[in-house]
């Protein structure tokens, strides 16, 4: 945003609008045009309250910095949008959604059991990775078009709607005939083609933030697949890496109100990639559901010592069960239902 001041502004006013910039927490950079002044405003905008800074003797005009991204924000539409998977809402002020499951889909009877306990915890939908991408070729990859049939058997004895990775836009028809929603990983959230793939999906996409990707980063990968047609899409913050090593990435949570205040796309938070370590799971949901997300994806495994992917990271289907009440306590707190 650029302040553009009254050709008469005095050097006190100018004083003063710089004053209330920084004190916003933002900086001001002043340059001078003849007559006039321009106060440059750098820093995160929604920091920024606009009505106080006009109202400001010897402010002329403000104008807001040209987006970079246009079919996903926030002024392009004044209400946040929701997503329907299958009957379930997602954003605006629909109860906060529980997207649970295995990292990896294992076989039919992991799917079913774990499935089950989830339905009876109250998530709201099932996720299981059935195409994996792993750091290391060597690592299991998942069970492909067989795990995609597991997914769907235990969404139709559930009822629950099914969420799954889209790795390749050549597998993008095997996994549209399985899937509810389909997931966009973190290390493809900047695989350009395979935004304008799933842009023309007619499932929803949940799209995973890269690790090395900023908030804007994020808006625009969405911005391609908006700009393919499909306006079903939630952003998810899944950790980024930092020099932190106690945990596995590191969940940047205010990317939730920051997300949600330049789009008006649902947020969704994933704290179990961005912990890494069960144990520190669960305050993490909580933290999550009071900055404002619209669901939480968390991996959960009936027997996480045994799993082929993420084991470590996988909470006992008896904790979410535990965690389920403190996480509605949270959202109701924040008036909101889970
Ligand atoms: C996953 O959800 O299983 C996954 C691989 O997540 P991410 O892309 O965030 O690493
Ligand atoms: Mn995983």
Redesign the pocket.
Known sequence: MIIITESTATEEQIAQIVAQVREFGLEAQVSREGARVIVGVVGPEPMIREKPLAAMPGVEAIVPAAKPYKLAARDTRRAASTVEICGLSIGGNSAVALICGP??VEGREQMLNIARMLKESGASML?G?AF??RTSPYSFQGLREEGLRFLAEARNETGLPVIT?VMDARDLPVVERYADCL???????QNFSLLREVGRSHLPVLL??G?GATVNELILSAEYILNEGNTNLLL?E??IRTFEAGTRYTLDLSAVPILKAKTHLPVVV?P???VGLREFIPQMALASIAAGADAI?L?VHDSPEHAK??GEQALLPETLAKLVPRMRAVANAIGRDL
């Open positions: 990292c990896s996720r990775g994996k991408p990775e997931q966009i990983g973190a290390r493809n959230m995973k933030r690790f998810c899944r950790g994933d179990t990639h961005a994806m991996e992917s993420d």
